[in-house]
């Protein structure tokens, strides 16, 4: 069974431009989260669909970061535009269900550096 | 906000020996689960402890739980050099919208040959 998969899996661009990160996750999970990882941290979440709704996006600065999964498969994280301080790893996971045992399953991440 | 503090943020310890990492957090929780990330890599599920359960073992980890203490420990033992990673636990709580986990920092565990 395939695992989550992101792309690209590095992206370096100067700030003011705009980035897209792209998760597909695994087949059959309802359940899409991404999350920012800076260096030295644990994940912190950004938001979290069920589906194709986004049912917690309280973390995501959404005057610059926009996130949507289409069908409830795919999804694409877009930071426009993109500051120094958005450099951090974005990682997807995904899992069969959004309850509170939920077992999550991780993407290797896209590492993003804004120069 | 990161709920879980984790100790030591980093450990050192020669293959064989045991390694024993601890979290801690603040509120209520459902469930604590820990979680493991090799360099460069995403995070891999390891265990789930329920709020009821004390202690829980998977192969050569033991977890233990204290809900009064708010706190919770992972051992590993006769570690082996693929042991080398760093280790997350993440909490589960009603009080934080269902199904989102609050992760700790991590501790990062070097096991040498």
């Known amino acids: 069974e395939a695992g989550v998969v992101q792309s690209p899996r590095y992206k370096i661009i100067e700030k003011k431009q705009p980035v897209a990160f792209w998760c597909n996750p695994i087949?059959?999970?309802?359940?899409l989260y991404w999350y920012r990882q800076n260096l030295g941290q644990g994940p912190e979440l950004l938001i979290r669909?069920?589906?194709?709704?986004?049912?917690?996006d309280s973390q995501l600065p959404k005057d610059r970061f926009s996130a949507e999964r289409l069908k409830g498969v795919d999804s694409t994280l877009k930071i426009q535009p993109a500051e120094l301080g958005d450099s951090a790893v974005y990682l997807c996971?995904?899992?069969?269900?959004?309850?509170?045992?939920?077992?999550?399953?991780f993407g290797a991440g896209t590492r993003l550096s804004v120069l | 906000s990161q709920q879980g503090e984790e100790d030591p943020q980093a450990l050192s310890i020669q293959e064989g020996e045991n390694a024993t990492m601890n979290c801690s957090y603040k509120?209520?929780?459902?469930?604590l689960q820990w979680y493991r990330q090799n360099s460069g890599r995403g995070l891999v599920h390891l265990i789930l402890?329920?709020?009821?359960?004390r202690e829980k073992h998977s192969g050569r980890l033991r977890v233990t739980l204290d809900t009064s203490k708010k706190s919770s420990s992972l051992l590993i033992t006769a570690s082996r050099a693929a042991d080398t990673a760093s280790y997350f636990c993440?909490?589960?709580?009603?009080?934080?919208?269902?199904?989102?986990?609050?992760f700790g920092q991590g501790t990062e565990l070097s096991v040498k040959p």
């Open positions: 996971a995904s899992s069969s269900h959004g309850g509170l045992e939920n077992i999550q399953y």
């Open positions: 087949s059959g999970h309802n359940t």
């Open positions: 669909y069920e589906n194709e709704e986004a049912v917690d």
């Open positions: 509120t209520s929780i459902n469930n």
């Open positions: 402890i329920r709020s009821n359960e």
């Open positions: 993440a909490t589960a709580s009603l009080y934080n919208q269902g199904g989102k986990l609050i």
